[in-house]
């Protein structure tokens, strides 16, 4: 099994992002409706940065749920079962993962950055990635030898690491990313995840940046860590280091 | 309070949604990472019909999660506050609804069609929303009289009526809005979430046929009525009379 | 139209909550398996208060996704549509809503507070519940004498007015509650709302004290006002006022 | 790492669970208010075969929502990561997992019947997966000694397999459950999320009948198979084969 690095791409996002979220905010104080107003969005007859500066303020003021209209899709490669795993326990998402169950012939794996550091334990890791080849491979073969061709990869694939890289197309709306973001670019979250949180939210900030400029782990917008201090990162002293 | 006609318009759709469709159906089942093959999606390398055929063969085996990363926003008027009670019950959507506490300038309303073609009961009914409207008014005037300006709007409101019409913004995925078709554009449903749900349909359909060409209520696609028959519109028959 | 009074009742709660939330979040940190450790927290031999404190200190690091496993059934009466119409716009929760198409015999009102304390408003808001019961009546009997009887109800309903009560039966797991509290129990919110979140929140605290002993309004677990300085209702200082 | 026995316990079930979900059905179509039936029904005044026939019927027409007020919550141990990935994909429930990164003492595995049942098979199995308990205990040292104690969990955990043991509390409620026994009571899902679902199934319908009787894989209710023939398992003919 050969080693995978981890990829994101954004395939594609709700056009008209930020007037649409602009919009929705408006439908709800407003008296008219907002399909009349939608072209002078769109022509820019009301300026990109009024629409931006309304949308902020009405954010900080804690009416988030217009920003839901808006959701982002990316396709992930480069992860390992362990992130994917984690990735899908937020339920506020769509996803179509790739099945180990149906494809087999792209064995390959994710290396720990705390293991690629260290020679001792890259080289053990490799060894043992070679070692699930092999015993995936005499499972299947073994299998389809006694008649159980078509399972044999629903079988086998018990032996397959954590490590295992799979693919997965993720859709979120604004404000689920926004809670992602918050858990998942905190340092106490796990480094592959944040990895992968972390250049989600690049390219999230570069196409809708009135919502996302302040995104990220909660401190960030807090001004201090919420954790308690035993898990705190120190970027941020927490509420009892006096902040 | 003066009549207000249904309109519908459909402000955004997921770009490419098609292609999208077809690539997290793609990825589920693919060696490959469907961020390699996009480019090919929309530059119509892999045509369009494949596409379709494909999507639609997926569909039609049961498997329609992939559909969720494709969303519709909708801006809806001339609804009223009977109607918006049911529409907001799907749950899997997102909703910007005018809100009755701030917004009091252009009360409105909707006047059901079998109302309306009645002339003595159209004409009732025209002179209860004038009814509304003093009583809406003088409540409004007593409660600023007695110092309570900021909320005499959302006091006074308690009188409105159902028919109060109200403006609201709508997103679904395509998994979410065919559930949505399937029970309210079955004849069982109110003329009124009908007739907008028959709406949203049309422009579903003509901006992603490959999803909503079958969609509408269950029996254009089972081919018979699921109600029993004391619910049974007749338009299919039902399994107890032999569908 | 009569008035009615605001009732809540709680049905039904998961049973044993405090050792099934303790039970989920020792499995997530636990070798062993919480099923072998359930008899032991029934019977006592781990004592409620050891229980309770470990919930206590977990929720308190943020992670709270465990109390989701119990859930709260009420049955709620004396609330206006406009009431219920904010309350099933909360999603993580499942209702059962007493309908206007088929329920006509009871037409009984919500009277705000506001207008049941100014006489006048009080007097021309019970002559336009007389007048609101009239147009019903005349409206059913003219579509009865028109051939719409099995329909009647549902065109003249249209007449009746945000006042209109209902009765609805809600269950929320307790994370959705606490969320459901933060908002609903904050002075910000409609006071009929809020009326409503209270006594469910008084319910749910004598049933379940540690989960929800500190519930409500964010800023009592905050010891600060989240709103603007203009929004804010005095009980705590905001961060502007330097909190 | 030894084997483990899938092992599925009912921790706990909305209490009075019958005479819930026929007292949230009877409030959306009733004038009283379901809490002061609540007491006859409870006493049995209202008899439980009454009440268990209505509910039936009602889940005939269609009507499923007011199922939802009922949840039951299951811990499961003795499977593997693998099928706890395919759990976790159902998004209306609540999880609580144990977790890798933490809990370490007591790594077992899941062995695929299909594996067991060839001697060949599962000597290979049972060697690799004491190769894996090598390649983990090897890293872990191996971090460890390389300053990564803290950590060292965490990053080992990668070399473990698909088949690895997994703990989780689960909390669905009635609708949810109804769907995922339709599909993963399918001869189509993978044996062990069937096994479980299977075994999750028979304790549901233990504790309430009235929904869960009838209750499986798809076909069950309908008759015939829904899958095309390609995938139909032959229990029931297809609608192609006639059905």
Same mark, same amino acid.
């Given at each position: 099994?050969?080693?995978?690095?981890?990829?994101? $791409?954004?395939?594609?996002?709700?056009?008209?992002?930020?007037?649409?979220?602009?919009?929705?905010?408006?439908?709800?104080?407003?008296?008219?409706?907002?399909?009349?107003?939608?072209?002078?969005?769109?022509?820019?007859?009301?300026?990109?940065?009024?629409?931006? $500066?309304?949308?902020?303020?009405?954010?900080?003021?804690?009416?988030?749920?217009?920003?839901?209209?808006?959701?982002?899709?990316?396709?992930?490669?480069?992860?390992?079962?362990?992130?994917?795993?984690?990735?899908?326990?937020?339920?506020?998402?769509?996803?179509?993962?790739?099945?180990?169950?149906?494809?087999?012939?792209?064995?390959?794996?994710?290396?720990?950055?705390?293991?690629?550091?260290?020679?001792?334990?890259?080289?053990?890791?490799?060894?043992?990635?070679?070692?699930?080849?092999?015993?995936?491979?005499?499972?299947?073969?073994?299998?389809?030898?006694?008649?159980?061709?078509?399972?044999?990869?629903?079988?086998?694939?018990?032996?397959?690491?954590?490590?295992?890289?799979?693919?997965?197309?993720?859709?979120?709306?604004?404000?689920?990313? !926004?809670?992602?973001?918050?858990?998942?670019?905190?340092?106490?979250?796990?480094?592959?995840?944040?990895?992968?949180?972390?250049?989600? !939210?690049?390219?999230?900030?570069?196409? !809708?940046?009135?919502?996302?400029?302040?995104?990220?782990?909660?401190?960030?917008? !807090?001004?201090?860590?919420?954790?308690?201090?035993?898990?705190?990162?120190?970027?941020?002293?927490?509420?009892?280091?006096?902040?």
């Amino acid at each position: 099994m050969p080693e995978k690095e981890l990829r994101v $791409d954004l395939l594609s996002v709700t056009p008209h992002a930020l007037s649409l979220i602009y919009a929705a905010f408006r439908q709800c104080y407003h008296a008219g409706f907002v399909a009349d107003m939608w072209p002078r969005l769109l022509n820019g007859e009301i300026e990109r940065e009024v629409q931006a $500066d309304f949308v902020r303020k009405v954010l900080d003021s804690g009416h988030d749920s217009p920003v839901e209209h808006v959701s982002f899709t990316y396709a992930i490669e480069g992860i390992s079962r362990a992130c994917s795993h984690q990735l899908v326990r937020h339920r506020i998402a769509s996803y179509s993962q790739q099945s180990q169950r149906y494809v087999t012939d792209s064995m390959e794996y994710v290396l720990p950055p705390a293991i690629a550091r260290i020679p001792e334990a890259k080289k053990r890791f490799e060894r043992f990635m070679e070692e699930v080849g092999a015993a995936y491979g005499d499972l299947h073969d073994i299998l389809v030898a006694n008649g159980r061709k078509s399972k044999a990869n629903e079988d086998a694939r018990f032996v397959l690491p954590q490590a295992a890289e799979t693919k997965i197309v993720v859709t979120m709306n604004c404000r689920s990313l !926004l809670h992602f973001f918050s858990l998942r670019c905190c340092m106490r979250a796990q480094w592959e995840v944040r990895a992968m949180a972390q250049q989600m !939210l690049e390219l999230a900030k570069k196409e !809708l940046p009135a919502i996302f400029e302040t995104a990220g782990a909660r401190c960030e917008q !807090l001004g201090y860590c919420p954790e308690s201090p035993k898990f705190a990162c120190g970027k941020y002293p927490t509420r009892e280091q006096g902040a």
